[in-house]
């Protein structure tokens, strides 16, 4: 089983600033990794599919890079709606998730 | 509007079963994609649990549910579900059902969500 590591475990941060969420896996996962959005009593939303690219809808300042075993989530200026927990996902093997990263307001 | 809507879940007790159903707003919305469950446990993280393909010929389980769990499909009544015997306290979780982005169980990504439906195992 790939084990995905994200970090910081939590990020507090203010509205407009930039924040890096990280997720290295156990081993290479190539650039089938994708990341998603969770709110509170809200199922969660796939913001990025294979590393990089964007889901249909959502907004530009939503960025991952990476490959290998190491990615980046990068969201370039923080709008209020979204602070929510971050999960990253391989798809490398049968799929397995981050334990993932809460961002919350500072 | 594209939708998932689970149904089934509640309170069991330990070794019992359940059933759980994922039905679709549309039947061309799931008809042609393997359809997975993933659960979270209250106050937890995701954890994949079951994928079947497009057309309910090949399913794959998570080792902690392989052999009590089994997922089915009939895509007549967009609807996918998940037979859930042998409960013990820790699947207690929120299910999710959720479609993939091919047709194959390999290597998904999980595109639309439900909103879930609880599961709660205690005695």
């Known amino acids: 089983e790939i084990v995905l590591t994200q970090s910081p475990a939590t990020l507090s941060l203010s509205p407009g600033e930039r924040a890096t969420l990280s997720c290295r896996a156990s081993q290479s996962v190539s650039t089938f990794l994708a990341w998603y959005q969770q709110k509170p009593g809200q199922a969660p939303r796939l913001l990025i599919y294979d590393a990089s690219n964007r889901a249909t809808g959502i907004a530009a300042r939503f960025s991952g890079s990476g490959s290998g075993t190491d990615f980046t989530l990068t969201i370039s200026s923080l709008e209020p709606e979204d602070f929510a927990i971050y999960y990253c996902?391989?798809?490398?093997?049968?799929?397995?998730f981050g334990q993932g990263t809460r961002l919350d307001i500072k | 509007q594209m939708q998932l809507v689970e149904s089934g879940g509640g309170v069991v007790q330990p070794g019992t079963s359940l059933r759980l159903s994922c039905e679709a707003s549309a039947v061309t919305f799931i008809s042609s994609y393997a359809m997975h469950w993933v659960r979270q446990a209250p106050g937890k993280g995701l954890e994949w649990v079951a994928v079947i393909s497009y057309d309910g010929t090949n399913t794959y389980y998570a080792d902690s549910v392989k052999g009590r769990f089994t997922m089915s499909r009939d895509n007549s009544k967009h609807t996918v579900y998940l037979q859930m015997s042998s409960l013990r306290d820790d699947d207690t979780a929120i299910y999710y059902c959720a479609r993939g982005q091919s047709p194959w169980i390999e290597q998904p990504t999980f595109v639309f969500w439900g909103q879930g439906t609880p599961v709660t195992v205690s005695s």
């Open positions: 996902q391989q798809r490398s093997t049968w799929p397995t």
